[in-house]
């Protein structure tokens, strides 16, 4: 069972609800997300993307931008080399995107999951040099590729770094030394020397903010070099960015800018980062922008799986849209997804869609194979009892390792590893569980590894098969987690009577949104709920609904997705074998402490208060 924990966080929310012009309940509410001051609490309301940090901020990005325009206005072949998830996807749409509209030479490369693996590799390289490229400018990937951007410099290759992992490092003595490569910039927000303010963002928003200091350089008439009257190009031509061209340039990014924040969103969602401070403002508009979109292909997908725009959630990217474009690098070639992004014509976009949705749910069925699978492997290997779950299996595809990998940690709640075999050793992907972090934790086991790299909670790694035993053995030891850090948290906003809810209180929590990460939807107890009867309902009967009675004696309908089977267990080990029967046929009531959520049900035009369990003691 989890152990639950109900907020007592203090403030003075009548003063607060004042200020805000809200529900002194929703004040209680935005201090649970550990606002504390009440600026920052109205910046969380009512933020907007003025209120988002400079991009100028983030180390070496004005001479990330400075240089960009150089190679644009030289007429310089660019190549913007991505990653095959989400955030890297979106990340190469933006930046290709935004350079094309300032009139670069500007093409896209996203590695193949199996052939490449992730990030920069030589081939990549090579064939860059080998098509004349001058200029490669990384986004989601780059910080670790030391190697490999010694050898772009070594072939007459200039490299611009837009990243937001982990910087590897080694130690000396006490001391971290990074590792950073010899590019003309290299811009991430985890750089020891960084003082950006939040350094939480995905790598779709470096690459936007890159766009963005672009534009300031434009707007100031600061293009690098780049005298009014033009400079020459490679082919003898005059580059385009002379005065009066700098304003058209300057125009039509500024407007491509709000179509990308979608992109830059979408990525935030997608690879799970916190919607704290600017990532909240960002997925907010974005998302805003997002429900009256102009991109053909992000309209498609929407429509492929019935999605109104006007309804559109942080729920449906993370969840549903966003897996449709990872599937593309799962189990084809990422560059299906980009030309979803790009498509100019609806047909296209809806063909491209379809296709992408159908891969997907293949994705899903092989996904379930997986973990069937990696139980069965973890059962019979007796590695339940492990700190750190470390399971190879050879013949699962290895780019459900991260899927499988967070399905085993949600199941276990330990630190998972799922590894699989590889054309050239085995390959595996990592997801933790708070307390743990990842990344130093391959650090420590570095060589035992080929290669390695991620963040806290979620890692990627590559070893030879036989260090396979050993990588377990060692992850294994080092481990500082007791048994009490393997128990899932539940954090309960607070305690709330089911009968003081109204329809006026759950609107109010709209303005609370999007939820996510680092800001759930809102989670509230009650004890002492007297389940009066229950019934099956869904797919194979999976899911529940139960009319309940509260100790003050109203009624009210309880709906339940998570396992009915699991709920009706609970009840037997509880009050006796054949309890969980006793509920379903009406013969007996029982007593339960609940923790559930609210939400307003719509049907036929019609609305009501929708109170789902969530959990249950």
């Given amino acids: 069972m989890e152990k639950w924990f109900i907020y007592a966080k203090k403030a003075d929310f009548q003063a607060w609800a004042r200020e805000l012009g809200v529900d002194p309940f929703i004040a209680r509410l935005i201090r649970n997300r550990d606002v504390c001051e009440l600026e920052e609490a109205k910046r969380f309301l009512y933020g907007t993307l003025k209120d988002c940090h400079a991009p100028e901020l983030l180390l070496d990005m004005e001479r990330a931008a400075s240089e960009t325009l150089k190679a644009i206005a030289e007429g310089k072949r660019i190549r913007v080399i991505g990653d095959y998830d989400v955030d890297g996807i979106c990340s190469s749409y933006i930046l290709s995107k935004g350079l ?32 004349g490229v001058k200029l490669i400018v990384t986004c989601d990937n780059g910080i670790s ?7 772009a410099k070594d072939l007459g290759m200039d490299v611009i770094v837009t990243d937001h992992h982990e910087v590897p490092f080694v130690m000396e003595g006490e001391e971290r030394r990074e590792i950073l490569p010899q590019a003309l910039a290299i811009v991430d927000p985890k750089r020891a020397e960084d003082s950006y303010p939040f350094a939480g963002i995905c790598g779709g928003v470096v690459a936007f903010k890159l766009l963005q200091a672009t534009l300031h350089l434009l707007e100031r008439g600061e293009d690098s070099e780049t005298k009014s ?69 992000l309209r498609a997908l929407m429509e492929v799986h019935g999605i109104e725009q006007k309804s559109l959630s942080a729920y449906h990217l993370g969840f549903i849209l966003g897996p449709c474009l990872n599937a593309t690098g799962r189990l084809d070639t990422a560059t299906r997804a980009l030309e979803l992004l790009n498509a100019k014509d609806s047909v296209t976009a809806t063909t491209i869609a379809r296709d992408l949705k159908e891969l997907n749910d293949s994705r899903k069925n092989l996904t379930v194979q997986g973990v069937e699978q990696a139980i069965r492997s973890i059962q019979e290997q007796h590695l339940e009892h492990d700190k750190v779950l470390v399971v190879y299996l050879t013949d699962v595809h290895e780019s459900l390792a991260g899927i499988i990998a967070g399905r085993l940690k949600e199941l276990y709640g330990h630190p998972t590893f799922l590894l699989t075999k590889c054309e050239d050793g085995v390959k595996g992907s990592g997801r933790s569980v708070e307390g743990y972090d990842m990344y130093e934790a391959l650090h420590q086991v570095g060589s035992l590894l080929s290669k390695y790299g991620g963040h806290k909670m979620a890692a990627g790694l590559s070893l030879r098969e036989e260090n396979v035993e050993a990588l377990r ?18 954090h309960i906003d607070m305690e709330l009577p089911m009968e003081y809810v109204n329809m006026d209180l759950v609107r109010q929590m709209d303005a609370l949104e999007p939820f996510g990460v680092g800001n759930p939807k809102p989670l509230f107890a009650q004890r002492g709920v007297t389940f009066l009867s229950g019934s099956r309902m869904g797919k194979e009967g999976k899911y529940g609904r139960f009319q309940v009675e509260t100790s003050g004696g109203k009624r009210f309908r309880l709906t339940f997705f998570g396992s009915m089977d699991a709920f009706l267990r609970f009840l037997d080990e509880k009050y006796g074998e054949g309890s969980g029967d006793a509920l379903l046929s009406g013969r007996r009531s029982f007593e339960v402490t609940i923790a559930y959520q609210l939400g307003i049900h719509s049907y036929q035009g019609k609305e009501e208060l929708q109170f789902l369990l969530k959990s249950y003691q």
């Fill in 100 to 131: 094309s509209v300032l009139g670069g030479n500007v093409d896209v490369a996203i590695p193949h999951r199996i052939h490449d693996g992730y990030g920069l590799n030589d081939h990549l390289i090579e064939e860059a040099a080998k098509d």
């Fill in 145 to 151: 590729a030391a190697e490999q951007i010694k050898l």
């Fill in 229 to 297: 009257e033009g400079a020459e190009t490679e082919d003898g031509s005059r580059a385009m960015l002379n005065v009066s061209d700098k304003a058209d340039k300057a125009a039509d990014l500024r407007e491509a800018l709000e179509e990308l924040l979608e992109l830059a969103a979408f990525a935030t969602v997608c690879d799970i980062m916190e919607l704290r401070d600017e990532n909240r403002m960002i997925v907010r508009e974005g998302l805003h922008r997002m429900q009256n979109t102009r991109n053909l292909g």
């Fill in 473 to 490: 053995r060692s992850l294994n030891e080092n481990c500082q987690l007791c048994e009490e850090d393997f128990i899932p948290s539940l």
